[in-house]
C-alpha cells in the first residue's frame, strides 16, 4: 500500500540577493539607453540595494556633454539612484507588468566629483518610508553614488508606484459628437 497524503510542510521562500541584467530586465521597464544599472550586487527586502553602472564611453550622452571633456550628466545619475530603488520596490510587487515608478521629488541632490568614462559607479539607496494604501504605493528613498569608494553624488528621491492601466490622470474619452 502506498501513502498518498501530501505533506503540509511549506517549503521556505529563498529571496533572491543579487540581480544580473536579465534579471533587471524582467523588474524595470526601462531600455537601452536608458537603463542605467548594470547589476544589483546586494538587495535586502523593503530595506536596501546596492547597485553597479559601468560608465563607458558609448554612453550616447557623451557625444554632447561634453564632446572634449565626457562627464555623466548629474541628474542621470540621481536617475540611476531612482532606477535602483524602483528594483528595490518592484520586487515587492507580484503585478509589476501594469505599474510604472514615478518621480514625484528630488531632495538634497549633490554632486562632489564628475563621473567619466571607464568608472564604475557604486548606487547605494536605502528605503527610508514606505505608505502602502489601496492601490497605491508611494516611497522615499536615500541614495549615495561612489567611484572607487569616494562619494560622488547624493540625493533623495520620492516615488510613487502608478498603476499603468488606468491611463492618464484627467484623459477620459470624450463621447464622440453627434452628427
Not at 9 to 14: L, Y
Not at 22 to 49: G, M, S, T
Not at 103 to 116: D, H, M, N, S
Not at 129 to 155: D, H, L, P, S, T
Request: aromatic content about 6%; glycine content about 6%.
Amino acid at each position: 500500500m502506498t501513502d498518498t497524503a501530501q505533506s503540509t510542510v511549506e517549503k521556505p521562500v529563498t529571496t533572491k540577493t543579487t540581480l544580473d541584467i536579465n534579471d533587471i530586465f524582467r523588474i524595470l521597464p526601462h531600455r537601452y539607453p536608458f537603463l542605467l544599472i548594470d547589476r544589483v550586487v546586494e538587495i535586502v527586502r523593503k530595506q536596501r540595494i546596492v547597485a553597479i553602472k559601468n560608465v563607458t564611453i558609448n554612453e550616447p550622452f557623451f557625444a554632447g556633454h561634453f564632446p572634449n571633456l565626457p562627464i555623466m550628466p548629474g541628474v542621470l545619475i540621481v536617475e540611476a539612484i531612482a532606477q535602483a530603488g524602483g528594483a528595490l520596490l518592484l520586487t515587492e510587487v507580484e503585478d509589476r507588468s501594469n505599474k510604472l515608478i514615478m518621480f514625484t521629488g528630488i531632495e538634497r541632490a549633490k554632486f562632489r566629483r564628475p563621473v567619466v568614462p571607464g568608472d564604475q559607479l557604486r548606487i547605494e539607496v536605502e528605503l527610508k518610508a514606505w505608505r502602502a494604501v489601496e492601490n497605491m504605493i508611494a516611497v522615499r528613498m536615500e541614495g549615495k553614488a561612489y567611484v572607487e569608494g569616494q562619494r560622488v553624488a547624493e540625493a533623495s528621491v520620492k516615488c510613487q508606484l502608478v498603476d499603468t492601466s488606468r491611463g492618464r490622470r484627467g484623459a477620459a474619452a470624450e463621447p464622440a459628437a453627434s452628427e
